[in-house]
C-alpha cells in the first residue's frame, strides 16, 4: 500500500493537482516553501493574505507515508487501511484547500491529526480539520497555549484562545505511540523547550521516516520563540535526541524546508553548538551584546545556514541572552 503515491495507485490524478515526487529525487524548492517559520501572533490569528495556496508538492518517502511541502510548515502524512493520519495542518487561510486536496488525494479525510507544536504555520488549520472530524493529539503544553491557561508572548504580541474544535484532545507529557497503517508512529517529546515549550519529533518506525518539527529547519539558523518558551540550549537537546532515533537511511522531515538526512542533523547540530560556544566566549571576555552582534560570531556557519537576511543577528541575541541569565 502506497501514499499519495502517483504510480502505481489507480484513480489519483495527482499530476491534476500537486507535484509528485520521490525520496531520491526531490524538485527544487517552491519559493513558498522556503518562507522563514514565523511565530503566530495568536492562534486563531490571520495568517498573511499570501498563505491561501493549498501544498504544492509531494514527495512519496515509501510504505504508506509522504511529505506535503507547501506555504507554511511541511506535513507528513501516512494513508491505509485505518485511515488518514496527519502531521501538522498549516495556516487557518489554506486550511479548507488543503483538507479538500488531501480528500481527492486520499479518497479519506484526516483521521488522526497530531500537532508538532501550536504556531498557526503548523497547528493554525485545526480548527478546520477538527470540525472534518479529525481527532487532534499534541502535548499537554500545546492544548495549553492553544486556551491560553500559559500566556504566550510571540514576537511582542499577546496570544488569543483558539476556538474548541482546534484544540486537542488528547494530550501527553512524555509520548505516545500509534499503531496505524502497518506503522509504528511513535511521537517523542523534545527533551528541553526548544523552538517552543510543546515541541514534539514523529518517527515511524517502519518507513524509518522522521517528522522533527522546527526543532530542525533545513540549512537555517533557528526561530527560537522565546515567548513559547523555547531556548536555544532546547535546539541542541532536540537535534541529539533526533540523532539518536534516526539511522543511517532515515528520512528526515524538516519544520521547514527540504528533506533532510541523518548527516543534515549532524551538521545543524555541530552549528548550535559551536554558535553556544561563540557567543560563550564573547561573553566571557565582558563583551556587551551590540558589541558581540558587531562581532559577528558566527561568520563560519551564515554561508550555509543564514539564508534569511539578520537571522545571524537574532541567534547571536537570543543565545547571549540565554547566556547572560
Known amino acids: 500500500m502506497?501514499?499519495?503515491?502517483?504510480?502505481?495507485?489507480?484513480?489519483?490524478?495527482?499530476?491534476?493537482?500537486?507535484?509528485?515526487?520521490?525520496?531520491?529525487?526531490?524538485?527544487?524548492?517552491?519559493?513558498?516553501?522556503?518562507?522563514?517559520?514565523?511565530?503566530?501572533?495568536?492562534?486563531?490569528?490571520?495568517?498573511?493574505?499570501?498563505?491561501?495556496?493549498?501544498?504544492?508538492?509531494?514527495?512519496?518517502?515509501?510504505?504508506?507515508?509522504s511529505m506535503l511541502i507547501g506555504a507554511g510548515g511541511n506535513l507528513g502524512v501516512s494513508v491505509g487501511d485505518d485511515g488518514v493520519f496527519l502531521i501538522d495542518d498549516q495556516f487557518a487561510t489554506n486550511a479548507e484547500v488543503n483538507l479538500a486536496k488531501i480528500e481527492e488525494l486520499t479518497k479519506g479525510k484526516p483521521k488522526y491529526l497530531i500537532n508538532t507544536h501550536w504556531h498557526f504555520d503548523h497547528a493554525g488549520g485545526n480548527e478546520v480539520f477538527g470540525k472534518a472530524g479529525a481527532t487532534i493529539f499534541a502535548s499537554d503544553k500545546v492544548r495549553k497555549r492553544l486556551t491560553g491557561e500559559i500566556p504566550s508572548q510571540s514576537r511582542g504580541a499577546p496570544a488569543v484562545p483558539a476556538a474548541k474544535s482546534a484544540l486537542p484532545v488528547v494530550t501527553f507529557v512524555d509520548g505516545i505511540d500509534f499503531h496505524l497503517n502497518?506503522?509504528?508512529?511513535?511521537?517523542?517529546?523534545?527533551?528541553?523547550?526548544?523552538?517552543?515549550?510543546?515541541?514534539?519529533?514523529?518517527?515511524?518506525?517502519?518507513?524509518?521516516?522522521?517528522?522533527?518539527?522546527?526543532?530542525?529547519?533545513?540549512?537555517?539558523?533557528?526561530?527560537?520563540?522565546?515567548?513559547?518558551?523555547?531556548?536555544?540550549?532546547?535546539?541542541?537537546?532536540?537535534?541529539?535526541?533526533?540523532?539518536?532515533?534516526?539511522?543511517?537511511?532515515?528520512?528526515?522531515?524538516?519544520?521547514?524546508?527540504?528533506l533532510s538526512t541523518k548527516a543534515d542533523l549532524q551538521?545543524?547540530?555541530?552549528?548550535?553548538?559551536?554558535?553556544?560556544?561563540?557567543?560563550?566566549?564573547?561573553?566571557?571576555?565582558?563583551?556587551?551584546?551590540?558589541?558581540?552582534?558587531?562581532?559577528?560570531?558566527?561568520?563560519?556557519?551564515?554561508?550555509?545556514?543564514?539564508?534569511?537576511?539578520?537571522s545571524d543577528d537574532s541567534y547571536v541575541t537570543v543565545i547571549y541572552n540565554e547566556l547572560k541569565k
Not at 517559520?37 to 495568517?47: H, I, K
Not at 553556544?276 to 566566549?281: L, S
Open 2 to 65: 502506497r501514499v499519495l503515491l502517483l504510480t502505481g495507485v489507480a484513480g489519483l490524478a495527482l499530476a491534476a493537482c500537486a507535484t509528485t515526487e520521490t525520496a531520491e529525487a526531490p524538485a527544487a524548492p517552491v519559493a513558498a516553501a522556503a518562507a522563514p517559520a514565523a511565530p503566530p501572533a495568536a492562534p486563531a490569528a490571520a495568517a498573511p493574505a499570501a498563505n491561501t495556496q493549498a501544498f504544492a508538492r509531494v514527495v512519496d518517502l515509501g510504505q504508506g507515508v
Open 182 to 258: 502497518g506503522q509504528t508512529i511513535r511521537a517523542v517529546r523534545a527533551p528541553l523547550p526548544a523552538h517552543t515549550d510543546g515541541d514534539t519529533l514523529i518517527y515511524f518506525v517502519e518507513a524509518d521516516v522522521l517528522h522533527t518539527g522546527d526543532t530542525y529547519m533545513k540549512d537555517r539558523y533557528p526561530f527560537v520563540d522565546t515567548g513559547s518558551g523555547g531556548t536555544q540550549a532546547g535546539f541542541i537537546a532536540a537535534i541529539e535526541k533526533a540523532l539518536s532515533i534516526a539511522g543511517p537511511n532515515t528520512k528526515v522531515i524538516p519544520g521547514h524546508g527540504e
Open 267 to 310: 551538521a545543524a547540530l555541530d552549528m548550535h553548538k559551536g554558535a553556544r560556544a561563540a557567543v560563550d566566549a564573547q561573553v566571557k571576555a565582558g563583551k556587551t551584546l551590540e558589541q558581540t552582534v558587531a562581532a559577528k560570531p558566527l561568520a563560519q556557519w551564515t554561508p550555509r545556514f543564514g539564508s534569511a537576511v539578520g
